[in-house]
Nanobody, 115 residues
Framework: EVQLQASGGGLVQPGGSLRLSCAAS????????MSWFRQAPGAGPEWVSS????????AYADSVKGRFTTSRDNAKNTLSLQMNNLKPEDTAVYYC????????RGQGTLVTVSS
């Protein structure tokens, strides 16, 4: 059974930073591209970033490019999202997914950016 659990969210002021983590289990993590999505209150899911199997290449939504960095540790089956210069519009529940399959998301983590 695919299990994905995001953590590390919280309340942060605009301009602050957070680092999210995602623990993966139930599949061979290193065989899959992994992604981050987010869903703001009252909105649909938004793709944030994807990283290839080896971790050497990542893509980002324009809204986060230059501020967010995705990485992975295949030895520990973990995915990370470093978020810098956070803005109020980054407020959302963040999920990690296997490839671009939003249905594979597990528990998300809430990020609230507010002064």
């Amino acid at each position: 059974e695919v299990q994905l659990q995001a953590s590390g969210g919280g309340l942060v002021q605009p301009g602050g930073s957070l680092r999210l983590s995602c623990a993966a289990s139930g599949f061979t993590f290193s065989n899959y591209t992994m992604s981050w999505f987010r869903q703001a209150p009252g909105a649909g899911p938004e793709w944030v970033s994807s990283i290839n199997r080896g971790g050497g290449s990542a893509a980002y939504a324009d809204s986060v490019k230059g501020r967010f960095t995705t990485s992975r540790d295949n030895a520990k089956n973990t995915l990370s999202l470093q978020m810098n210069n956070l803005k109020p519009e980054d407020t959302a529940v963040y999920y990690c997914t296997r490839q671009l399959d939003y249905k594979s998301r597990g528990q998300g983590t809430l990020v609230t950016v507010s002064s």
